[in-house]
């Protein structure tokens, strides 16, 4: 192969979504109000080396962690629990959320807390990049790109090369 060849593998699948209340913080004077999105998740795996047998990465395995991750999500209230505008505390079954005047009391399981300052669509693909890019390990895979479909026509991409192998 020359120097310069690469492959490049999309995956957007029909069932790579999750359904999900949040709020975006945007200062400490303005956020939006608590709402709903069904967004959709498109990966893009690239290599240079396919292999003996002309295969990037074992597909059936990819695809079932994307949907691992989708479901972690799916039908969820995201919090960002790393955001400093955001007091939360689990209390009595529930999570009780402050953002200024605003207050939230949501069922415990009905939460995910995200290790993120913001649920941005930005951090929310970085999160799913972070969470994905381990299962990739020992692949040829060496770039990972991970986009988040918000709704149509807006979406974010996050991409990095892979660490390579030790």
């Known amino acids: ?29 303005r956020a939006e109000l608590l709402h709903g999105h069904n967004y959709r998740v498109t990966v ?8 003996e047998l002309g295969l990037l990465a074992d597909l059936g395995r990819v695809k079932s ?6 479901r972690g999500l ?3 209230t995201l919090l960002p629990a790393a955001c400093p505008l ?6 009595d079954g529930a999570v009780e959320v402050a953002y200024g005047e605003r ?6 399981a009905e939460v995910v807390l995200l290790p993120l300052a913001n649920s941005s669509m930005e951090l929310l693909a970085r999160h799913l990049w972070r969470q994905l890019a381990p299962s990739l390990a020992g692949t040829a895979i060496e ?3 991970v986009s988040v479909e918000e ?4 979406r974010v991409v996050y991409e990095r090369t892979l660490d390579p192998l030790p």
């Open 1 to 29: 192969m020359a120097a310069d060849e690469r492959f490049r593998l999309f995956l957007a699948k029909e069932d790579f979504k999750f359904s999900v209340a949040h709020f975006t913080v945007f200062s400490p004077e």
């Open 151 to 154: 709704s149509a026509g807006q």
């Open 65 to 70: 962690e994307i949907r691992r991750l989708c």
């Open 143 to 145: 770039h990972l790109a």
């Open 86 to 91: 955001l007091t939360w505390e689990h209390r």
């Open 103 to 108: 207050r939230y009391r949501i069922p415990e």
């Open 74 to 76: 799916d039908s969820r």
């Open 44 to 51: 893009e795996l690239a290599g240079s080396d396919v292999g």
